[in-house]
């Protein structure tokens, strides 16, 4: 989402907030306690899981094995729903021309850097970039060229659905700033 006034740009960034973050902590949480109850239901040899069959199921190694991966699934999914909790990555990029300052915020993780803020001057900005990289996993990124400085990702690399929408974003951005656009 951008917006826009005379002098001022702000562009807010999806953090770990997303669909696709939900979809895939939940198939982690449902998978490994699915694991995690039919490695438990060998060692008690009851069904705790009642289309499976305890007796299937040897407790010495499956069991444990079993319970190891619905173990190590929850602490990842647990991971995962932390990170949408605290919208890890979320924020936003506020250019504002009257103060002639450029503004970058994102959230992190919990601790003595949580806030991350980091300010640049306008006038050392020298180029929008754009890293476009097609195939089986591709990457679409947009970056900021700074003076003296290596360049800085303004967006994540799932962020862009289509190579225009991308275009797009880079263009507004480059008439904003005055600045030329380099890449694709």
Avoid: H
């Amino acid at each position: 989402m951008n917006l826009q006034v005379d002098y001022i740009r702000l562009d807010l960034i999806t953090g770990s907030r997303r669909i696709s973050n939900f979809c895939w902590a939940f198939v982690l949480l449902f998978g490994a306690l699915g694991f995690f109850f039919v490695g438990f239901s060998s060692y008690l040899q009851k069904n705790l899981i009642s289309f499976l069959s305890a007796e299937q199921i040897l407790f010495i190694p499956q069991g444990i094995v079993m319970c190891f991966y619905g173990i190590a699934g929850l602490f990842i999914s647990f991971y995962l729903w932390c990170t949408i909790f605290l919208n890890v990555g979320s924020g936003y990029n506020k250019f504002d021309k009257k103060k002639g300052i450029f503004s970058i915020f994102r959230w992190g993780f919990p601790g003595k850097n949580r806030r991350i803020f980091i300010q640049f001057l306008i006038k050392d900005i020298q180029a929008i970039r754009m890293e476009v990289q097609e195939g089986f996993l591709s990457r679409r990124v947009l970056y900021i060229k700074i003076k003296g400085q290596q360049d800085i990702p303004l967006s994540r690399v799932e962020e862009y659905l289509t190579l225009r929408e991308m275009e797009d974003k880079a263009a507004e951005l480059a008439r904003f700033l005055k600045v030329s656009i380099e890449g694709i």
